[in-house]
């Protein structure tokens, strides 16, 4: 019946009286193959329609634009990324870190939270003139020198938590596809050789009507100055070989002492700003890349210069669909640099600072704005470190010592906490979505981690679900912020159905913890000995085994964390700090009452030459530092303290009287008579030095 000819079908379909879904039912059947054939173009067609529609409610600075745009990359999911490396020639500043750690944490957001397949490649500039000239200088072979700073940025970059590209690209490495991208650009009519040179042709490029030049600074277009730095610092005498100042160079003839490679128009090195587009169109080999991203010093005319390079190249309209630039980082005003030799390494800030807190602080600051940095920008960071890392020891102490076995029906507070987390999640969304604006992202964070430690005090009516569901929540957010690491490659060494360190411990941490309870609580008999010994393994001993134990006050029993042995000695030795502070604090404190004490009224006025610069001849100011007379008002008040001093000097006398001391000061002869009239019966002495 189902191999029978269409028409037969249909008239057997009327016959039967059969509805359209038979119908339909039949006609899949007879036209199994045609039909199926169809339905997969049909979804193939949405596929790409919704591979070219990935949205997920991201808008981003756009600097081409200068406007918040959403993002949709070009092709589904993938985000084709290219970010400016450094060029290698001296230490990583500060200013670098800012860049890197800005542009890290937005790759790990659209990454893990809003699930794009970021492919990123990053260059490293290791053929410059800045790099030649300091070689030399130095008396150092050009590439092991580069090489060596290369080395040494990677560290930096590692010891930051910043991930690594999924390409790195040396320009040295890419020599021959350098070369022919600048034929390329010559064979457009966009390029022109010029004595062993070659240059990019703007008047060409601005003439043809798909091109636009200079998009992210058009205002910096004929600054000569930007332009002429560009070029380089060996870069001189070329006015004779360029058709225009403002062209710039793409192929340089190398000088004597210069490295160099073979060009069909002689030897010589890339310029500046032919690597990236060279090296990002030998990766990506696409004529549109979703983003690409740099310092905001980079607009012009290192990124301008790229995308006319770019575009001249593929004669596309746009080689960059979203362009990013973070922010200067400045130092007490000004952009640090390396050039203004007013940075601060990186290696140098991790000496005082985790990376960890470092990013901290970046994460505080909206990425794309200018941050001035100082040494107070800091603690902040510092504290909200120390605020997180004790809230998951919380966290984990509560899950320890939690149970299910009690009632699991939520109370007004379980509503409460809930529903404070869900609010907060919706602004965290709506911050990120914005420009990845963390600034206010981690302020919900560490409202809600606020929020958690007071829900954690009732431990009786807590709720562990809800603990973590949110503490979950919590971590995810920082995970994608990088401030909390990635996982382990692999299993991490360690056995199947092995738990991990706290776990394994927590049995007999839990019994030392009783231990040390039970000595405290009987410790009758010589009391400070035992508390002393106990207090010895709370400070001493647990510390170097990443252990800290708190005490909860009278009855209640300790709690113990597991944390960084190095954060806990590094606590100890704070706290040490601070207890000698307080005791010289103490010590001066007590100096000083004891100097107010044996100074006599007539003298205590005068010890203030800052203030008062005339006096009675009971010792009463009368004119101030500049000699101007005292107000009345003033001299009452004087008066009044005069008396007080008077008081307090005669009542020292006394005691020391008392004591047989000796006072430190020429005594007043009539309150001895005084005090000898009063005390005859004792016969005390009263001893009087200079």
């Known amino acids: 019946f189902f191999f029978q ?35 997969e173009e049909n979804m193939e067609k949405k596929q790409e329609v919704k591979e070219k529609e990935y949205r997920t409610g991201l808008f981003v600075h756009n600097s081409i634009s200068k406007t918040n745009e959403e993002f949709i990359p070009v092709k589904g999911r993938i985000v084709n990324w290219y970010i400016c490396g450094p060029t290698v020639y001296d230490e990583s500043h500060m200013g670098h870190a800012r860049n890197y750690l800005t542009f890290d944490i937005i790759r790990r957001i659209m990454e893990s939270y809003f699930n794009y397949d970021v492919r990123m490649v990053m260059n490293v500039t290791d053929i410059d003139d800045k790099i030649i000239i300091r070689s030399k200088e130095l008396g150092a072979e050009f590439t092991s020198f580069a090489r060596k700073w290369e080395t040494e940025f990677l560290n930096d970059m590692k010891s930051l938590g910043i991930k690594m590209p999924d390409a790195l690209t040396r320009v040295s490495e890419f020599i021959p596809e350098i070369v022919a991208y600048i034929e390329q650009i010559v064979k457009n009519g966009y390029g022109y050789a010029s004595n062993g040179s070659v240059y990019f042709d703007i008047k060409a490029f601005k003439a043809s009507p798909l091109h636009t030049y200079a998009k992210l600074d058009p205002g910096s ?11 380089g610092q060996l870069a001189t005498d070329l006015k004779s070989e360029k058709r225009s100042p403002f062209d710039f160079a ?84 000004m952009k640090m640099s390396k050039s203004l030799k007013n940075f601060i390494t990186i290696k140098e800030a991790l000496k005082d600072f985790s990376g960890r807190a470092i990013r901290l602080m970046t994460l505080a600051h909206k990425w794309d704005a200018m941050f001035n940095y100082t040494p107070k920008a800091m603690p902040e960071a510092v504290e909200r470190e120390r605020k997180i890392n004790e809230f998951f020891s919380n966290v984990k102490v509560a899950i320890r010592n939690g149970t299910y076995n009690k009632p699991q029906k939520w109370d007004k507070e379980d509503f409460a906490f809930s529903n404070l987390h869900n609010e907060i999640q919706s602004k965290i969304h709506l911050a990120i979505c914005d420009n990845f604006d963390t600034s206010n992202a981690l302020l919900g964070i560490l409202e809600l981690i606020t929020a958690a430690n007071t829900y954690m005090k009732n431990e ?21 912020f990088g401030v909390i690491g990635d996982p382990q490659l692999g299993f991490g060494g360690v056995k199947e159905n092995q738990v991990d360190e706290e776990t394994a411990i927590a049995p007999f941490m839990n019994v030392l913890t009783k231990f040390r309870d039970d000595i405290k609580a009987n410790a009758a008999t ?91 001849a009971e010792g009463l100011p009368t004119h101030d530092a500049k000699s101007k007379p005292l107000s009345a008002e003033l001299t009452n008040a004087l008066k009044k303290e005069y008396a007080k001093q008077d008081k307090i000097h005669k009542k020292w006398l006394e005691d020391e009287a008392k004591k047989g001391g000796k006072a430190q000061q020429q005594c007043d002869p009539l309150l001895i008579s005084q005090l000898k009239k009063k005390k005859k019966k004792k016969k005390k002495k009263v001893l009087c030095v200079d």
């Open 5 to 39: 000819a269409e028409d037969g079908i249909r008239d057997s379909v009327a016959s039967r009286g059969l509805g359209d879904v038979y119908k339909r039912q039949y006609q899949r059947r007879v036209h199994g193959d045609i039909y199926w054939r169809n339905q």
């Open 526 to 616: 010589d009391p400070k000995t035992i508390f002393g010994v106990c207090d010895k393994l709370r400070d001493e001993i647990l510390p170097n085994l990443g252990i800290r134990l708190e005490d909860k006050g009278k009855g209640q029993p300790a709690v113990w964390k597991k944390e960084d042995p190095a954060t806990l000695k590094a606590d100890i030795l704070k706290k040490e700090e601070e207890k000698l502070q307080k005791a010289e604090e103490k010590k001066k404190k007590a100096a000083d009452e004891l100097k107010k004490k044996m100074t006599p009224a007539s003298e205590y006025f005068k010890g203030m030459p800052e203030k008062y610069s005339q006096f009675t």
């Open 221 to 231: 277009a004929s600054d000569k100055g930007k332009l002429d730095e560009g070029e």
């Open 460 to 480: 009786s009516k807590m709720k562990l679900t809800i603990l973590l569901k949110v503490s979950n929540y919590i971590q995810y957010i920082l995970q994608c």
């Open 250 to 333: 793409l192929w340089k003839k190398s000088k004597e002492g210069e490295p160099k490679w073979p060009s069909p128009w002689g030897e010589g090195r890339p310029g500046w700003h032919i690597e990236c587009s060279a090296m990002a169109s030998a990766l990506f080999q696409v004529p549109e890349i979703d983003m690409h991203t740099g310092g905001v010093d980079l607009r012009f005319p290192h990124h301008d210069n790229e995308m006319a390079q770019s575009e001249a190249y593929y004669e596309c309209k746009n080689w960059v669909k979203y362009f990013l630039h973070s922010g200067h980082l400045e130092i007490n005003g």
